[in-house]
């Protein structure tokens, strides 16, 4: 979700009025790295509806066209083939920041911390494998509340030169997603036996911090791509000394 701060910023880059209440940070003010806290979270909530004009999509409900999560390589009770199509995101733009560190003069690295109440997703559903003691191939409608989500990226970049300007490109981007607990909800995961479908069901949300524990290195990985990717598009438009002032 934290690559929105970014898409925020393309305002900046090509010459768009910021939101009202939004302001650049200049990196020699003492409070700098409050002021760039502040102004993510406006950017956020003033394009949380998109802005077609700027190409920025609607942020809440986000949408993913898919998400695809291969069996963990060292999963003791999963082993799963799971794939999400018509992904939708909600309640990404609730966040609260609860720590962010940033060093562009010195070196070239964020670490950003942040909290959010409550994300739901919802999408369709494909799921073969191995889940605990269940072999599951099914495929329907599913639901995922995850409450309480804190969740730690770290991004190291470096400077180069374009068009006699300095630019940053993010070289590693890391995650680490630790939700307080995970609501999973799949219709026709056992349409066999509604029964035994409870039971599933019933099972894996007694187990559900377990069972995300040992699929969240996929999801990790492939939103770290994601916001690398994203975040490097906007990155290469603005130079460092407009993204933040000297």
């Given at each position: 979700?934290?690559?929105?701060?970014?898409?925020?910023?393309?305002?900046?880059?090509?010459?768009?009025?910021?939101?009202?209440?939004?302001?650049?940070?200049?990196?020699?003010?003492?409070?700098?790295?409050?002021?760039?806290?502040?102004?993510?979270?406006?950017?956020?909530?003033?394009?949380?509806?998109?802005?077609?004009?700027?190409?920025?999509?609607?942020l809440d409900p986000y949408f993913i066209e898919k998400l695809e999560i291969k069996p963990p390589a060292s999963g003791k009770t999963v082993a799963i083939h799971i794939t999400f199509n018509n992904v939708y995101v909600y309640g990404?733009?609730?966040?609260?920041?609860?720590?962010?560190?940033?060093?562009?003069?010195?070196?070239?690295?964020?670490?950003?911390?942040?909290?959010?109440?409550?994300?739901?997703?919802?999408?369709?559903?494909?799921?073969?494998?191995?889940?605990?003691?269940?072999?599951?191939?099914?495929?329907?409608?599913?639901?995922?509340?995850?409450?309480?989500?804190?969740?730690?990226?770290?991004?190291?970049?470096?400077?180069?030169?374009?068009?006699?300007?300095?630019?940053?490109?993010?070289?590693?981007?890391?995650?680490?997603?630790?939700?307080?607990?995970?609501?999973?909800?799949?219709?026709?995961?056992?349409?066999?036996?509604?029964?035994?479908?409870?039971?599933?069901?019933?099972?894996?949300?007694?187990?559900?911090?377990?069972?995300?524990?040992?699929?969240?290195?996929?999801?990790?990985?492939?939103?770290?791509?994601?916001?690398?990717?994203?975040?490097?598009?906007?990155?290469?438009?603005?130079?460092?000394?407009?993204?933040?002032?000297?």
């Amino acid at each position: 979700m934290k690559r929105y701060y970014f898409l925020f910023c393309i305002s900046i880059g090509l010459g768009y009025k910021l939101p009202e209440g939004i302001s650049l940070c200049h990196r020699s003010q003492p409070d700098f790295t409050q002021c760039v806290a502040k102004n993510m979270r406006g950017g956020i909530l003033a394009f949380k509806s998109g802005n077609k004009e700027m190409g920025v999509p609607v942020l809440d409900p986000y949408f993913i066209e898919k998400l695809e999560i291969k069996p963990p390589a060292s999963g003791k009770t999963v082993a799963i083939h799971i794939t999400f199509n018509n992904v939708y995101v909600y309640g990404m733009t609730t966040f609260e920041i609860e720590h962010l560190e940033i060093d562009i003069d010195k070196g070239c690295s964020w670490t950003a911390e942040f909290l959010t109440p409550v994300i739901r997703v919802q999408a369709d559903y494909q799921i073969e494998g191995q889940l605990m003691v269940f072999t599951l191939n099914a495929h329907g409608k599913s639901n995922v509340t995850q409450n309480n989500l804190r969740d730690q990226h770290k991004m190291w970049c470096e400077k180069y030169q374009k068009n006699g300007k300095t630019h940053v490109r993010i070289t590693k981007y890391t995650m680490d997603m630790q939700p307080e607990n995970n609501i999973f909800e799949f219709t026709n995961l056992f349409p066999a036996d509604k029964a035994i479908e409870d039971k599933i069901l019933k099972t894996i949300n007694e187990n559900n911090l377990s069972i995300f524990n040992e699929l969240k290195d996929g999801f990790e990985q492939i939103f770290s791509m994601i916001y690398l990717q994203t975040s490097n598009k906007v990155l290469s438009k603005i130079p460092l000394d407009e993204l933040f002032l000297p």
